[in-house]
């Protein structure tokens, strides 16, 4: 079946600018999570869906960052006034419910704030 | 807090031969995952081994194993007979069982296969 998939592939903006970037998870997972890759760096946690819960957004770095899951399926995560620090890979991942499954990631966005 | 921690920024072996990437963690917890993760150049994270902190036993895939020492807080990656598909950034995970799902990753070791 299909994998994690997002869109952008890439994305450039002006420092200042709104950007959403999207994220389709598998079909059938409940857990969705964003993660943020900075260049040269592992990956740090922002934020996390599981079914109906509220989210867990503790890793997410400011109020400019958001993010929604709509009917428990796609997920946006919206970066609103960016700046130049935030230029990174935003990478996707998805699991069915429970610790004891695997993350699947998907490709990732690339964003670059210019 | 947990940390992962990976010594080695980059790492090199000849094809064929054998490599073993470093990976220590620190936590409060006696019950969660760590895991390897491979990110080739198309950016996509793929799953290359898990372990169960409450398994002695040390996991294998095929050509991939890991040292886990749970006392030392140590979960190395040793992959053998080297190829050229295996290059790549490599990353080591945490996870706890219960609660939060996030996975905490180390900054990563890039790997490079000699031909």
């Known amino acids: 079946g299909a994998g994690v998939s997002q869109s952008p592939s890439n994305k450039v903006t002006e420092k200042g600018k709104d950007v959403e970037l999207r994220c389709d998870p598998i079909?059938?997972?409940?857990?969705l999570y964003w993660y943020r890759q900075s260049l040269g760096q592992g990956l740090e946690f922002l934020i996390y869906?599981?079914?109906?819960?509220?989210?867990?957004k503790s890793g997410l770095p400011s109020d400019r960052f958001s993010a929604e899951r709509t009917g428990g399926s796609v997920s946006t995560l919206t970066i609103q006034r960016t700046q130049q620090e935030d230029s990174a890979v935003y990478l996707c991942?998805?699991?069915?419910?429970?610790?004891?499954?695997?993350?699947?990631f998907g490709p990732g966005t690339r964003l670059t704030v210019t | 807090a947990q940390t992962v921690t990976q010594s080695q920024p980059e790492m090199s072996v000849q094809e064929a031969e054998t490599v073993t990437l470093s990976c220590t963690y620190d936590?409060?917890?006696?019950?969660?995952?760590l895991f390897w993760y491979k990110q080739p150049p198309s950016r996509q994270m793929i799953l290359v081994i898990r372990?169960?902190?409450?398994?002695?036993q040390n996991a294998t895939e095929n050509r991939f194993s890991v040292n886990f020492q749970k006392a030392a807080k140590s979960f190395s990656l040793k992959i053998s007979d080297s190829q050229l598909g295996d290059a790549a950034m490599y990353f080591c995970?945490?996870?706890?069982?219960?609660?939060?799902?996030?996975?905490?990753f180390g900054q990563g070791t890039r790997l490079t296969i000699n031909p």
């Open positions: 079909s059938g997972h409940t857990a």
């Open positions: 372990q169960e902190a409450y398994k002695q």
């Open positions: 869906f599981q079914g109906n819960s509220a989210p867990d």
């Open positions: 995970a945490y996870r706890i069982i219960q609660g939060a799902q996030k996975l905490v």
């Open positions: 991942a998805s699991s069915l419910a429970g610790g004891s499954y695997e993350q699947y």
């Open positions: 936590t409060s917890e006696s019950d969660y995952y």
